[in-house]
């Protein structure tokens, strides 16, 4: 009996210490004041890039920066292309009326069957707008791209990419007098850039997908 009373006492003593013990840890954790810290949030800084009619008006011939990485196939292509144009934007307008993420004038439009009224609102039609016209300069310079691709002109690196990207900025036309004459005939733009420049910029990329057409068909939604 003494037994049971003595183990009952034990029992008794060391649940009142516990119970002593973790109010004294609460009444620590209460008094004492927890350290608040400071986060200060990460600042990006972005820089603005002009673009060709912009840097005409400041008066600078170098370009500011560069395209993020993109891969050498189609998109990287297109996309590059596109900064380089509007920095991608779709609803850009420039100095001299040229439309949209590619830049398009109202006669390419036209020759494309597009109708310029409603084409800033339409992102879809803008991507096939640039794709029928690449199809189309790629037909017409077939023979050249068969021909010059490789070659060395004014110490540039002929390439497909290159051939069709000088296309999209002076027509065609202008590439073709480029590369029979052998750089004796070039053009530049309103806004002063080469074909050579576009010749070398966009040279390199793969754009063996791209079929050449005469007439692309878009389907306009």
Do not use: C
């Given at each position: 009996m003494k037994q049971i009373i003595s183990t009952n006492i034990k029992w008794l003593f060391f649940a009142g210490l516990t119970f002593v013990l973790v109010g004294f840890a609460n009444d620590m954790l209460d008094t004492?004041?927890?350290?608040?810290?400071?986060?200060?949030?990460?600042?990006?800084?972005?820089?603005y890039v002009p673009i060709q009619d912009e840097l005409k008006q400041s008066n600078q011939k170098k370009e500011?920066?560069?395209?993020?990485?993109?891969?050498?196939d189609f998109v990287g292509f297109k996309?590059?292309?596109?900064?380089?144009?509007?920095?991608?934007k779709y609803d850009r307008v420039n100095s001299l009326g040229y439309l949209?993420?590619?830049?398009?004038?109202?006669?390419?439009?036209?020759?494309?069957?597009?109708?310029?009224?409603?084409?800033?609102k339409n992102p879809l039609l803008q991507e096939k707008a640039f794709l029928a016209n690449l199809e189309k300069n790629k037909w017409i310079l077939r023979k050249e791209i068969k021909k010059y691709s490789g070659k060395w002109i004014n110490g540039v690196k002929?390439?497909?990419?290159?051939?069709?990207?000088?296309?999209?900025?002076?027509?065609?036309?202008?590439?073709?007098?480029f590369l029979w004459s052998y750089g004796q005939k070039t053009m530049q733009d309103a806004y002063g850039t080469k074909i050579e420049h576009y010749l070398r910029k966009f040279s390199g990329y793969d754009l063996s997908n791209?079929?050449?057409k005469k007439q692309p068909v878009i389907d306009v939604e």
């Amino acid at each position: 009996m003494k037994q049971i009373i003595s183990t009952n006492i034990k029992w008794l003593f060391f649940a009142g210490l516990t119970f002593v013990l973790v109010g004294f840890a609460n009444d620590m954790l209460d008094t004492h004041t927890i350290e608040l810290v400071d986060i200060k949030p990460v600042t990006h800084h972005f820089q603005y890039v002009p673009i060709q009619d912009e840097l005409k008006q400041s008066n600078q011939k170098k370009e500011i920066a560069k395209v993020p990485f993109v891969e050498k196939d189609f998109v990287g292509f297109k996309e590059a292309l596109a900064f380089k144009e509007s920095q991608g934007k779709y609803d850009r307008v420039n100095s001299l009326g040229y439309l949209g993420k590619y830049q398009f004038g109202k006669s390419t439009l036209k020759d494309l069957n597009i109708n310029p009224k409603g084409f800033l609102k339409n992102p879809l039609l803008q991507e096939k707008a640039f794709l029928a016209n690449l199809e189309k300069n790629k037909w017409i310079l077939r023979k050249e791209i068969k021909k010059y691709s490789g070659k060395w002109i004014n110490g540039v690196k002929i390439t497909e990419s290159g051939i069709l990207a000088a296309a999209h900025l002076g027509g065609a036309g202008a590439v073709q007098q480029f590369l029979w004459s052998y750089g004796q005939k070039t053009m530049q733009d309103a806004y002063g850039t080469k074909i050579e420049h576009y010749l070398r910029k966009f040279s390199g990329y793969d754009l063996s997908n791209i079929k050449p057409k005469k007439q692309p068909v878009i389907d306009v939604e």
